[in-house]
């Protein structure tokens, strides 16, 4: 997204690549935009929200983070942090469904100034007086493009109303400590596999990552004996914890069978090697 949008932007800007542990080191007045993905799709590993957008802002850049990884998995407070934009999706820990339809954040400074990229009908100050000049809506209306897809939205509203009553709170804390239950459970029966997230559980979100040779094949095994992880090459085994409905047995009952399938090299089979689109 970021390289089609300097292309289509034309005016010179770079998209520069840093490692997490060297994004403060990397924020300079050169920084138009901070862009991060709070929570490392691959190790889980947390970014300071607020400490680097203090710091972006310090430079005199904007921030823009990305919650595909944190929605629903902890608390997140972007008024509080002082953040600009954010996006996400809320089919992974929101349970929106596969396509379900992703959100984004102006902060309210920005509302009157920020300009859509696709200036859409939907987003028009009076979508329905079909006028040929772009007037852009008040406020957040505006980011609006087109007719909201309802269908996906009336199963997500489904979805969201698990949440009435949660306290992302408690939820932050039972995901942790699923977390950690997973990595000494798995860390005990499986000493082949490495752990590629922060063993402090307020340093992760709510994934656990483990590295493996045979991964691909061995999360395979794992999904056929119904414990559902993904994989993200070259070796990365990933599970995600969400506590509205799995719990301490299920943990435990998963690294069992990880370790089955480990341990028995049940995974080297050949419809286990066989790569499909999705990993
Ligand atoms: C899943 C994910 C997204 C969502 O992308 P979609 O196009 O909505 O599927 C965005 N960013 C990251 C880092 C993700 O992991």
């Not at 990365?236 to 509205?244: A, E, Y």
């Not at 799995?246 to 990880?258: D, K, N, T, W």
Request: charged share 25%; net charge negative.
């Amino acid at each position: 997204m970021a390289s089609g949008l300097i292309r289509s932007l034309g005016r010179g800007h770079e998209l520069r690549l840093v490692e997490p542990e060297e994004v403060d080191a990397a924020i300079d007045d050169s920084v138009a935009v901070l862009m991060l993905t709070e929570v490392d799709y691959r190790t889980g590993r947390l970014h300071d929200m607020a400490g680097l957008t203090v710091r972006a802002h310090a430079a005199g850049a904007l921030t823009l983070w990305d919650l595909a990884h944190s929605a629903g998995a902890l608390p997140v407070d972007l008024s509080g942090a002082g953040a600009d934009f954010a996006a996400g999706c809320t089919y992974k820990y929101l349970n929106g469904g596969p396509g379900a339809p992703a959100f984004i954040y102006v902060a309210p400074e920005h509302l009157e100034t920020a300009r859509p990229a696709l200036s859409g009908w939907m987003g028009h100050e009076a979508p329905f007086a079909f006028d040929l000049d772009y007037r852009a809506g008040a406020r957040i209306e505006r980011m609006r493009v087109g007719t909201p897809p309802v269908i996906a939205l009336a199963a997500l509203e489904a979805a969201l109303d698990c949440w009435d009553g949660v306290d992302m709170a408690d939820v932050r804390r039972a995901s942790i400590a699923l977390g950690d239950l997973f990595i000494a459970e798995v860390e005990r029966r499986c000493p082949g596999l490495e752990l590629a997230s922060p063993r402090d559980g307020n340093a992760r979100g709510s994934q656990v990552s483990f590295l493996f040779d045979e991964g691909y094949a061995a999360m395979q095994a794992l999904i056929a004996r119904g414990v559902i992880g993904d994989f993200r090459a070259p070796r990365t085994m990933r599970f995600g914890f969400t506590p509205l409905y799995i719990g301490e047995a299920e943990v435990r009952a998963a690294a069992a069978i990880l370790e089955e399938v480990v341990a028995g090299r049940l995974w080297d089979r050949p419809e286990y090697r066989m790569r499909s689109a999705v990993t």
